[in-house]
């Protein structure tokens, strides 16, 4: 009888401990679930914050560009501007140097 008790503690004993081992790993599994998921939660915030960071980038470049386009475009206004005043200013100094040449020369007179 006494053995039969023995055996049963000890296959009782036995149970626990398994048990508890089963729960030991079960814990260390979870644990190592969890740090895989806040690995990759790590890394697509990374990846969201690169990719954010990319498209700002894009978006300054093509400001900019804009920008000095926008500049070109106004230095070659004034560029045209500027043209427009000197052939404007030539074409009346030759209208009063004309003006000056008939004001000068004989009237009614055929060469």
Known sequence: ?????????????EEEEEEEEEEEEEEE??????????????EEE???????EEEEEEEEEEE????EEEEEEEEVEKEK???EKTREKKDTEKE???QL????SPRGKCS
């Open 64 to 67: 900019e560009e804009e920008e």
């Open 96 to 98: 009063k140097l004309l």
């Open 81 to 83: 501007e500027k043209e």
């Open 46 to 52: 990374e990846e969201e914050e690169e990719e954010e």
């Open 1 to 13: 009888m006494e053995k039969k008790k023995e055996k049963e503690e000890e296959e009782e004993e």
């Open 101 to 104: 040449d008939r004001s000068h």
């Open 29 to 42: 599994e979870e644990e190592e679930e969890e740090e895989e998921e806040e690995e990759e939660e790590e």
